[in-house]
Protein backbone atom coordinates (compact mmCIF):
# COMPACT_ATOMS: atom_id res chain seq x y z
CA UNK A 1 0.00 0.00 0.00
CA UNK A 2 2.86 2.37 0.87
CA UNK A 3 4.24 3.84 -2.00
CA UNK A 4 6.85 6.64 -2.26
CA UNK A 5 6.74 9.66 -4.24
CA UNK A 6 9.49 11.08 -6.02
CA UNK A 7 9.33 15.14 -7.57
CA UNK A 8 11.59 17.29 -9.13
CA UNK A 9 13.24 15.96 -11.83
CA UNK A 10 13.79 17.75 -15.17
CA UNK A 11 15.84 18.87 -18.16
CA UNK A 12 19.09 21.23 -16.84
CA UNK A 13 22.14 22.13 -18.45
CA UNK A 14 25.87 20.88 -17.57
CA UNK A 15 26.55 22.60 -14.41
CA UNK A 16 22.88 23.54 -13.11
CA UNK A 17 21.15 22.73 -10.53
CA UNK A 18 17.99 20.18 -9.16
CA UNK A 19 16.49 19.51 -5.88
CA UNK A 20 14.61 16.05 -5.81
CA UNK A 21 12.16 15.24 -3.13
CA UNK A 22 11.03 12.22 -1.92
CA UNK A 23 7.74 12.11 -0.16
CA UNK A 24 4.91 9.00 1.74
CA UNK A 25 1.76 9.24 3.28
CA UNK A 26 3.67 7.71 6.81
CA UNK A 27 6.52 8.27 8.26
CA UNK A 28 9.67 7.66 6.07
CA UNK A 29 12.24 8.12 8.63
CA UNK A 30 10.98 5.53 10.68
CA UNK A 31 13.52 3.64 8.32
CA UNK A 32 16.96 4.13 9.98
CA UNK A 33 18.68 4.92 6.59
CA UNK A 34 16.99 6.39 3.44
CA UNK A 35 18.94 6.59 0.74
CA UNK A 36 18.53 7.99 -3.10
CA UNK A 37 19.18 5.79 -5.91
CA UNK A 38 19.58 6.07 -9.78
CA UNK A 39 19.20 4.04 -12.69
CA UNK A 40 19.71 4.24 -16.31
CA UNK A 41 18.17 1.91 -18.97
CA UNK A 42 19.66 -1.32 -19.14
CA UNK A 43 22.28 -0.34 -16.08
CA UNK A 44 22.07 -1.84 -12.52
CA UNK A 45 20.40 0.33 -9.83
CA UNK A 46 23.09 2.44 -8.38
CA UNK A 47 23.36 3.38 -4.85
CA UNK A 48 24.05 7.72 -4.75
CA UNK A 49 23.69 8.74 -0.93
CA UNK A 50 22.44 7.73 2.00
CA UNK A 51 21.29 9.40 5.18
CA UNK A 52 20.23 7.61 8.62
CA UNK A 53 18.16 8.88 11.51
CA UNK A 54 21.27 10.65 13.36
CA UNK A 55 21.87 12.67 9.88
CA UNK A 56 25.32 10.99 8.94
CA UNK A 57 25.18 10.86 5.50
CA UNK A 58 27.28 8.82 2.71
CA UNK A 59 27.91 9.34 -1.04
CA UNK A 60 29.23 7.79 -3.98
CA UNK A 61 32.25 8.50 -5.12
CA UNK A 62 30.69 10.14 -8.33
CA UNK A 63 28.80 12.82 -6.60
CA UNK A 64 30.58 13.49 -3.46
CA UNK A 65 31.27 17.43 -3.71
CA UNK A 66 28.26 18.17 -5.57
CA UNK A 67 25.44 16.50 -4.14
CA UNK A 68 23.76 16.91 -0.48
CA UNK A 69 21.41 14.33 0.95
CA UNK A 70 18.89 15.70 3.67
CA UNK A 71 15.70 15.37 5.46
CA UNK A 72 12.99 17.46 7.17
CA UNK A 73 11.19 15.47 9.84
CA UNK A 74 8.35 17.78 10.15
CA UNK A 75 7.12 17.84 6.48
CA UNK A 76 7.80 14.17 6.14
CA UNK A 77 10.32 14.71 3.56
CA UNK A 78 13.89 13.21 1.64
CA UNK A 79 15.92 16.09 0.17
CA UNK A 80 18.63 15.58 -2.60
CA UNK A 81 20.48 19.15 -3.93
CA UNK A 82 22.31 18.17 -6.76
CA UNK A 83 24.68 21.15 -7.92
CA UNK A 84 27.02 21.19 -10.85
CA UNK A 85 25.14 18.78 -12.98
CA UNK A 86 27.08 16.30 -15.04
CA UNK A 87 25.47 14.45 -18.42
CA UNK A 88 26.84 11.55 -16.69
CA UNK A 89 24.25 12.03 -13.71
CA UNK A 90 20.83 11.69 -16.38
CA UNK A 91 18.55 8.78 -14.90
CA UNK A 92 15.37 8.23 -13.11
CA UNK A 93 16.21 8.78 -9.86
CA UNK A 94 14.23 6.96 -6.82
CA UNK A 95 13.96 6.63 -2.80
CA UNK A 96 14.22 4.18 -0.46
CA UNK A 97 15.91 2.12 2.54
CA UNK A 98 19.05 1.43 2.18
CA UNK A 99 21.60 -0.15 3.65
CA UNK A 100 20.29 -2.90 6.33
CA UNK A 101 17.13 -1.19 6.12
CA UNK A 102 14.32 -2.74 5.02
CA UNK A 103 12.96 -1.68 1.32
CA UNK A 104 9.61 -0.25 0.58
CA UNK A 105 7.98 -0.36 -2.93
CA UNK A 106 9.83 1.32 -5.27
CA UNK A 107 8.06 4.40 -6.48
CA UNK A 108 7.82 5.34 -9.80
CA UNK A 109 11.01 7.57 -10.24
CA UNK A 110 11.94 11.18 -11.34
CA UNK A 111 13.43 11.69 -14.36
CA UNK A 112 16.98 13.57 -13.94
CA UNK A 113 18.38 14.35 -17.73
CA UNK A 114 21.53 16.78 -17.67
CA UNK A 115 22.01 17.55 -21.73
CA UNK A 116 23.08 21.07 -24.02
Known amino acids: QVQLVESGGGLVQPGGSLRLSCAAS????????MGWYRQVPGKQRELVAT???????NYADSVKGRFTISRDYTKNTLYLQMNSLKPDDTAVYYC??????????WGQGTQVTVSS
Open 96 to 105: NGAGESRRLN
Open 26 to 33: GNIFSIGN
Open 51 to 57: INRFGST
